[in-house]
């Protein structure tokens, strides 16, 4: 009878490790794809600011110039302590770079300097 007790508390301790690991792996995967529909929506935003530019066009729409403002809030980017109506096409696009490049080495496993 004890060892029939000893295999089911090895059972409910693998059970629970199994658990945890499998909720760790949800929340990567959660994360990660976080971070890809990140990187897409910078993406059409710098599609839409690279047309913008080879229009040789001066002034953003007030839609775009927010939603790239916002965005630059959100991840902490100078850029984002700025009024929409302030920013310009070339600036943004520097930024929405920079933003993606940070997403994209998180996304590739490489941790900012910051996070150890």
């Given at each position: 009878?004890?060892?029939?007790?000893?295999?089911?508390?090895?059972?409910?301790?693998?059970?629970?490790?199994?658990?945890?690991?499998?909720e760790?792996?949800?929340?990567?995967?959660?994360?990660?794809?976080?971070?890809?529909?990140?990187?897409?929506?910078?993406?059409?935003?710098?599609?839409?600011l690279?047309?913008?530019?080879?229009?040789?066009?001066?002034?953003?729409?007030?839609?775009?110039?927010?939603?790239?403002?916002r965005?630059?809030?959100?991840?902490?980017?100078?850029?984002?302590?700025?009024?929409?109506?302030?920013?310009?096409?070339?600036?943004?696009?520097?930024?929405?770079?920079?933003l993606?490049?940070?997403?994209?080495?998180?996304?590739?496993?490489?941790?900012?300097?910051?996070?150890?």
């Amino acid at each position: 009878m004890a060892r029939e007790v000893g295999s089911g508390r090895m059972i409910e301790q693998t059970s629970v490790q199994i658990s945890a690991l499998r909720e760790s792996w949800h929340v990567e995967r959660e994360l990660r794809y976080a971070r890809r529909n990140r990187i897409r929506y910078i993406d059409r935003m710098l599609d839409e600011l690279e047309m913008l530019n080879m229009a040789e066009e001066t002034q953003m729409p007030p839609d775009l110039a927010l939603r790239v403002q916002r965005l630059a809030a959100e991840m902490e980017h100078p850029l984002g302590n700025r009024a929409p109506e302030d920013l310009r096409i070339q600036e943004s696009m520097d930024t929405l770079y920079d933003l993606q490049d940070g997403l994209m080495l998180t996304l590739e496993g490489v941790q900012d300097e910051d996070e150890g």
